[in-house]
């Protein structure tokens, strides 16, 4: 079964908009990381933090973790139809190297 | 520094053949892996490996091999394809040095239908 799901499945927003996705998780982590793709390509990370970080920022990207709740959220700030992408939560378990990925948010932000 | 590279980009085969998906990274990433990415359940782990002569099954091993004889080259082999084996198929690579928090590099797929 997928490590991480995330929430919502699809999300339609006009641009300068802000978008947030979720991700929960189910076991210990050694850290959580972000990832973009766009229609037929391969996955480009984002943004990664680690199990002792709380929350990070990159550009126009901020991430929380709360490994309490085993849940994390990526908020894009003042969205660009550039922006419109699958973005993926994926977990690295704090038991051994593999990286599993969650079913992704597909984002529209509509110009 | 050309990333990870994978080739074929498309393939089709008919049941029951055999083929490899070549993956080849220049970055001496130590960690690699292949998932399969199909409609509505993301990417799932087929194989990976954490240095030359060390493999290990991810959630959905059944029906491929791989096999690690230098750190750069990263094969996947499908035994005997069956339709369920239509997807997409990424490898992906990493350091493992500096605690697991290197970030993944993936290739651009190879988009694989059996009939």
């Known amino acids: 079964s997928q490590q991480g799901e995330e929430d919502p499945q699809a999300l339609s927003i006009q641009e300068g908009e802000n978008a947030t996705m979720n991700c929960s998780y189910k076991?210990?982590?050694?850290?959580l990381q972000w990832y973009r793709q766009n229609s037929g390509r391969g996955l480009v990370h984002l943004i990664l933090?680690?199990?002792?970080?709380r929350e990070k920022h990159s550009g126009r990207l901020r991430v929380t973790l709360d490994t309490s709740k085993k849940s994390s959220s990526l908020l894009i700030t003042a969205s660009r139809a550039a922006d419109t992408a699958s973005y993926f939560c994926a977990t690295r378990e704090t038991s051994g190297s593999r990286l599993t990925f969650g079913e992704g948010t597909q984002l529209t932000v509509n110009p | 520094n050309a990333g990870v590279t994978q080739t074929p980009k498309f393939q089709v085969l008919k049941t029951g053949q055999s083929m490899t998906l070549q993956c080849a990274q220049d970055m001496n990433h130590e960690y690699m892996s292949w998932y399969r990415q199909d409609p509505g359940m993301g990417l799932r782990l087929i194989h990976y490996s954490v240095g030359a002569g060390i493999t290990d099954q991810g959630e959905v091993p059944n029906g491929y091999n791989v096999s690690r004889s230098t750190t750069e080259d990263f094969p996947l082999r499908l035994l005997s394809a069956a339709p369920s084996q239509t997807s997409v198929y990424f490898c992906a690579s990493s350091y493992l040095r500096g605690g697991n928090n290197s970030p993944l590099h993936f290739g651009n797929g190879t988009r694989l239908t059996v009939t």
């Open positions: 076991t210990s982590i050694n850290n």
């Open positions: 933090i680690r199990s002792n970080e």
